[in-house]
T-cell receptor, first 113, second 115 residues
Framework: DGGITQSPKYLFRKEGQNVTLSCEQN?????MYWYRQDPGQGLRLIYY???????QKGDIAEGYSVSREKKESFPLTVTSAQKNPTAFYLC????????????FGQGTRLTVV | GENVEQHPSTLSVQEGDSAVIKCTYS??????FPWYKQELGKGPQLIID?????GEKKDQRIAVTLNKTAKHFSLHITETQPEDSAVYFC??????????????FGTGTRLTIIP
């Protein structure tokens, strides 16, 4: 089945540690996105990538890093520099242009303990 | 897009009545406007979308209207059912090849259908 997969579903991290969230898609989409969602709030864009080996900062990129070495993969690293990392993280992908749908993964809930 | 405002933040509707959620956007280059439904603990799913060359689109009980001049678009759900209860997000995007295509979301509307 084609789709977008995030792992793990739940993640616990100690303060001061970096952690990497996985996002994989087999939809042959060029564009991929990472969003952060806090309780009762909307989706805020962290990073996005329109093509392999290229990515741009979103609205809240500080404390995060990404890579796009393969078309199907867009991992997000939450670094120790991120002051409030506890949140629900959503990855999405879409084709470029033409008003095409963006598909979302099921999310990763990160909790800092 | 640059900024998307969504209203209301919460909405309670009697089962069978209609629900309307409104969004305004600021990026005049935006030309694609999707609506997503998010159930608890899950990722958002597209329920309907509209492009800038169309003023209205309908899919069974769901419809979206777009006013490009005023830069606002709305989601209409008729004959609401309990399973419509969820958080709904509007979004906008400019579809320009090799350009800035980021998808910008509104802050969401928590819709509750009262049986």
């Amino acid at each position: 089945d084609g789709g977008i997969t995030q792992s793990p579903k739940y993640l616990f991290r100690k303060e001061g540690q970096n952690v990497t969230l996985s996002c994989e898609q087999n939809l042959n989409h060029d564009a991929m996105y990472w969003y952060r969602q806090d309780p009762g709030q909307g989706l805020r864009l962290i990073y996005y990538s329109q093509i392999v080996n290229d990515f741009q900062k979103g609205d809240i990129a500080e404390g995060y890093s990404v890579s796009r070495e393969k078309k199907e993969s867009f991992p997000l690293t939450v670094t120790s520099a991120q002051k409030n990392p506890t949140a629900f993280y959503l990855c999405a992908s879409s084709s470029r242009g033409g008003g095409t749908e963006a598909f979302f993964g099921q999310g990763t809930r990160l909790t800092v303990v | 897009g640059e900024n998307v405002e969504q209203h209301p933040s919460t909405l309670s509707v009697q089962e069978g009545d209609s629900a309307v959620i409104k969004c305004t956007y600021s990026d005049s280059a935006s030309n694609y406007f999707p609506w997503y439904k998010q159930e608890l603990g899950k990722g958002p799913q597209l329920i309907i979308d509209i492009r800038s060359n169309v003023g209205e689109k309908k899919d069974q009980r769901i419809a979206v209207t777009l006013n490009k001049t005023a830069k606002h678009f709305s989601l209409h759900i008729t004959e609401t059912q309990p399973e419509d209860s969820a958080v709904y997000f509007c979004a906008d995007r400019r579809d320009i090849i090799l350009g800035n295509e980021k998808l910008t979301f509104g802050t969401g509307t928590r819709l509750t259908i009262i049986p």
